[in-house]
Nanobody, 115 residues
Framework: QVQLVESGGGLVQAGGSLRLSCAAS????????MGWFRQAPGKQRELVAT???????DYADSVKGRFTISRDKAKNTVDLQMNSLKPEDTALYYC?????????WGRGTHVTVSS
């Protein structure tokens, strides 16, 4: 079992920045990937960014060049630095991991970008 807790969401004006953080606990030794997804009102959950154990990252086209994902294995955290935020980035952001072929999700943190 893995538990994920997100923090760092909030309200920001367009063009601003936010940093999300996710702390993992439990059977963290079996984690091979961590990432962030988001779900806007009335839309499906979508991938934002992922990072695997070796350090390789992947981003949605809509956030490339603006968002950066990073992982601190010693602290068991994964962060998402979000710059140049746009109103369309408004969503509930979820931390994600897969451990031993099982998906785990945090409860989410709200990000609201005003125009």
């Amino acid at each position: 079992q893995v538990q994920l807790v997100e923090s760092g969401g909030g309200l920001v004006q367009a063009g601003g920045s936010l940093r999300l953080s996710c702390a993992a606990s439990g059977s963290i030794g079996s984690i091979n990937i961590m990432g962030w997804f988001r779900q806007a009102p009335g839309k499906q959950r979508e991938l934002v960014a992922t990072i695997v154990s070796g350090g390789s990252t992947d981003y949605a086209d809509s956030v490339k060049g603006r968002f950066t994902i990073s992982r601190d294995k010693a602290k068991n955290t994964v962060d998402l630095q979000m710059n140049s935020l746009k109103p369309e980035d408004t969503a509930l952001y979820y931390c994600y991991t897969n451990a031993r072929m099982r998906d785990y999700w945090g409860r989410g943190t709200h990000v609201t970008v005003s125009s």
